[in-house]
């Protein structure tokens, strides 16, 4: 599988034109793989920030997008044909700028997320946004009332480096489809991920000017404009929890909607009735993408009656893990994103060794080259990890599993409750029904039983406790983006 060469947008889009930023400044985008400059992108402002904040609100305020559903229908369809048409481009960005193993394209980071615009797009158009209550009788009279949903405003998205354009996607496709004009921030690790759309939607599509803009910069902070700006009406953040609550805290005063997509430490469950040799060697999978997903299952459950048994399968597995180039269709898992996120990894590696965990393979910085030249870590399995320690409880976002004992299944079900997360899960079992009580009583957004997939664009996805609040994907996703009108009529009428 070859990679064009990188011809990437570079400049911010604003109010419909392609724009340097207005200082001039530039950042420069860095390669995890090699630590190299890939180029660099327009380093946006603070009035970059708000003269796109005015432009989508203009937009709103002033022109049809809102109600013309079914020309938004076809805007995101054009966007959807144009994604398709630079595909290859777009997965080169993908993997240079986020260090996204090349052969985890098709699914998460480029053709899957292209797909979902389709859905998208028919839902813009087919969603009924309008319906007419049913007549009631209350205290003697009728009452007759129309339901409607209508777009909530202006849109402040802020998106994380890991999955970027599915996750600059998440929001674009969703926020439009539903007659919103958007400002969307992306992490100023992954900028080309977001640019790039910017110049197909502006280059490829009849979406008019401020009702998608974006602004890349090298100033996390810049988010707190849309967090905190009154035109902004909703803010949809992907992230860690940190910054979440910071958003939260932000968005109180002007008491915008606040939706967040936050951190996990899933749970994988292992039943004793589990065909070990079959399921164990996917657990290896906690390193995918150097084990930078919310979602992944990074705390493996395996009853204390079959453990030596599963630990000797999971360290053949580890041991045999591919990881490095990520340009090389071999490797599933590439490096951290940056030089700060493999020091943290590094550091709750350390931490795990001082806490007691035994650490049975990896565990830091690999040998050699691949160390030396890019942000790599090493897939590190520990095991006796006690439910309470740091790197059972904190989420690392490296290759790193925690395996812990349990005696039954209500001792499995109490620790993987055990957590101030709760994003997805797993249960591994031969008998469904069994895995269905089990996954019934785990308070978490998404699991899967018996290695089913629950990962789709028509279904919700979000977390309970601290992994977020509402939903991303699905008619639930689309509805985070609508308010709800009720306009009282004569009955009959
Ligand atoms: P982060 O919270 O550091 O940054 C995310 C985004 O927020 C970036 O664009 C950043 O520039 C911006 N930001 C930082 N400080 C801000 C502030 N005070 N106000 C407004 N914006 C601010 O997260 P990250 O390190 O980029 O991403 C990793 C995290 O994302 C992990 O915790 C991961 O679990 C989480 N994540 C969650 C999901 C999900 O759907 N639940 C998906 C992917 C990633």
Redesign the pocket.
Known sequence: MSLPQLAPETRNLIDGELSAAESDKTFDNLNPANGKVLGTCADGSRDDMLRAVSSARRAFDESDWSRDHAFRGKCIRQLYEGMLEEKEQLRAIVVHEAGAPISLGAFMHVDGPIEMMTYWADLAASYPYERRLEDIPFLGRQHGRILRREAAGVVGA??????PLY?NI?KIGPALASGCTMVL?????TPWSATHVGRIAKERTDIPAGVLNVVA?S??????I??SDPRIDVVT????????R??MA?AAPTLKKVFL????KSANILLDDADFEAVLPMAAMTCVHAG????ITTRLLIPRSRYDEALGILKTAFEKWNYGDPTNPANLQGPQ?SPL?QERVLAYMEKGKQEGARCLVGGGRPNGKLGEQGCYVEPTLFVDVDPDSTIAQE?I?GPVLCVIPYEDDDDAIRIANHSQYG?SGAIQTKDVGRGLAIARRIRTGTISVAGAQWFHVDTP???YKQ??VGR?NGVQGFEEYLETKIMAVPPGS
């Open positions: 802020i998106t994380p480096w890991n999955v996750l998440a921030k992306p992490a100023p690790d910069s100033d996390h902070l810049l988010g707190e849309l967090s953040f992907t992230g860690s929890t940190a910054t979440g910071r958003i932000s997509e936050l951190g996990g930078q997903g919310c979602a994103i996120q989420e976002f994003l996805f979000g977390g992994s977020g991303e």
